[in-house]
């Protein structure tokens, strides 16, 4: 290891942020607006603060990095590639088959092609059939044939069994070697259609990842730097550049959990409400021993339900850019905003465009650009829209509040001017460095690794089936970068499953650990 020096970098939609940190301590922090190609906004970003700090290039030990790259993707329906779905599951699973709940518009996009294949096995690991090895090979063929070079494997309950998902990998690659193959095993979790969705995104996302990571790579080089970067991943851990290019899908939602985790370090709490307000959104949620907690139910991207270890957020398109408007019903604030233009048109930056930072400089909370700017506003229209701003964001904290206990809310983002010192009856930390709290979160991060399986406890004991689901995540940890003496247990959960026989027990475990350099 070169020394101890690690840059953090975020990439919004307003600003990509930077810090520079030794062991626990930000040494210099910036905020550049994000470009149109991200990549240029990066190399801004990473030469101020190289500059700000004077540390020589060659002296950074490694680079995490936040994007949004692949979100953007989905949302926008931009950079997907065809991908076919090969289904091991007859004859259960006629009645929905893949694709089914997809959009119209995204799924003419991806969908290559769908084959339902003999084989899968029961929730305790028995086979429903043995696996139609000769009809694998078949397809292979035919998707070589028309050229489709991403394919997605679902297997029905392949978590609690994996071996025919690996099999079927191994009969496409020796007949269609160019072809990108994503297992459904290796990216969701329990939950046929939502992992199957996932694992056809992230096979759709493949050839983006391997784009975007030579990309960064690129970037970095460009500012002379030639340590190695890490991408943060949205239970707020990170994964080796590698890694990403094989499961892109797992940056989705990184964002607010790098907020999140930034808060926590950057205020010493372990528990608490964070409110991360940009230039166009806010996102609050709820942190418990100090890291996000996960959403329970099916999470849906750009219109497709999946089941990602995602945060449990709530957002709401209130940030420092959103457009303050008179219309027929009052003052309406957001959800549109000028985002990373709110330096040339918002009021106290000389534009022609009143914004709720506009709203927060004229009513005394914040002190940025000129005030003299929006010394003119009426008072009136001020303190309404002030008052729609703090109800917008009293309601989502609420939403986030499980019991009536106070605890702390920790606000950070470069838009948290907006917030007031207390929201509800609860009271608000604002940290050292709380603008760039994100890049923070991906300075500090470490390796996790999660394991979401059913287990029969018919032949195994509880204990046995914990030791095994943790040894599984702690492999998984390991080979997303984590130093395997450094991996401790965060998270553990085991809920029998009474409507199952066999003494079924569903186990959830998540392990973190240090990064390996």
Not at 153 to 166: A, G, L, Q, R
Not at 196 to 208: T, Y
Not at 231 to 247: C, H, K, P, W
Not at 298 to 327: E, H, K, Q, Y
Request: glycine share 8%; hydrophobic share 40%; with cysteine.
């Amino acid at each position: 290891m070169k020394s101890n020096y690690r840059i953090g970098i975020d990439v919004g939609g307003t600003n990509t942020d930077a810090v520079i940190m030794q062991n626990d301590t930000v040494l210099a922090a910036t905020k550049q607006p994000t470009t149109s190609d991200v990549t240029s906004g990066i190399e801004n970003a990473l030469n101020a603060v190289l500059k700000a700090s004077g540390i020589d290039s060659q002296a950074i030990s490694a680079v995490m990095i936040g994007t949004t790259h692949f979100t953007n993707a989905v949302v926008e329906r931009k950079h997907l590639q065809k991908t076919a779905v090969i289904r091991v599951c007859l004859p259960a699973t006629l009645s929905v088959p893949p694709f089914s709940d997809w959009p119209q518009d995204i799924q003419t996009m991806v969908d290559g092609g769908c084959y339902l294949v003999k084989g899968g096995y029961e929730f305790d690991g028995r086979l429903i059939n043995p696996l139609d090895e000769q009809h694998i090979r078949q397809i292979a063929l035919e998707l070589k044939h028309n050229q489709v070079n991403a394919v997605a494997i679902s297997c029905v309950f392949s978590p609690v069994n994996d071996d025919t998902e690996y099999r079927v990998r191994t009969l496409i690659n020796e007949l269609h070697p160019e072809c990108d193959v994503v297992l459904s095993c290796e990216v969701g979790r329990i939950g046929l259609l939502e992992r199957e969705n996932a694992a056809i995104l992230n096979a759709s996302l493949r050839q983006l990842s391997r784009k975007t990571v030579t990309a960064f790579g690129q970037a970095l080089s460009v500012c002379g730097l030639s340590c190695p970067f890490f991408i943060t991943q949205n239970d707020g851990t990170l994964m080796s550049a590698d890694f990403v290019e094989r499961y892109p899908v797992l940056t989705f939602a990184s964002g607010p959990t790098n907020s999140m985790r930034g808060a926590v370090f950057l205020s010493g709490e372990q528990d608490a409400i964070v409110v991360d307000i940009g230039g166009t959104t806010t996102d609050v949620g709820l942190v418990q021993q100090g890291f996000p907690r996960q959403a329970a139910m099916s999470v849906n991207v750009g219109g497709v339900r999946t089941n990602f270890r995602m945060p449990d957020m709530v957002s709401v398109g209130l940030g420092g850019g959103s457009l303050v408007r008179d219309s027929a019903n009052g003052i309406t604030i957001g959800p549109d905003s000028v985002g990373y233009q709110i330096s040339e048109r918002a009021w106290v930056f000389g534009g022609q465009e009143l914004t709720a930072t506009d709203i927060a400089v004229a009513s005394g909370r914040a002190q940025v650009g000129e005030a003299s700017h929006v010394a003119d506003l009426d008072a009136n229209k001020v303190m309404e829209s002030l008052g729609i701003i703090d109800e917008i964001i009293v309601d989502v904290v609420e939403k986030n509040r499980l019991s009536a206990a106070k605890i702390p809310v920790i606000v950070v983002g470069g838009g948290s001017v907006l917030a007031a010192e207390q929201i509800g009856d609860l009271d608000t930390i604002r940290p050292n460095h709380f603008s760039v709290a994100n890049a923070v979160g991906a300075a500090i991060a470490q390796v996790s690794g999660e394991v979401d399986r059913i287990f029969s406890l018919a032949d195994i004991s509880r204990e046995q089936a914990l030791e095994q689901a943790k040894q599984a995540a702690s492999d998984k940890a390991i080979e997303a970068g984590a130093k395997a003496e450094t991996i401790t247990l965060v998270d553990q959960e085991d809920v029998p499953l009474a409507y199952l026989p066999g003494n079924a027990t569903r186990i959830r475990v998540k392990v973190v650990g240090e990064l390996e350099f």
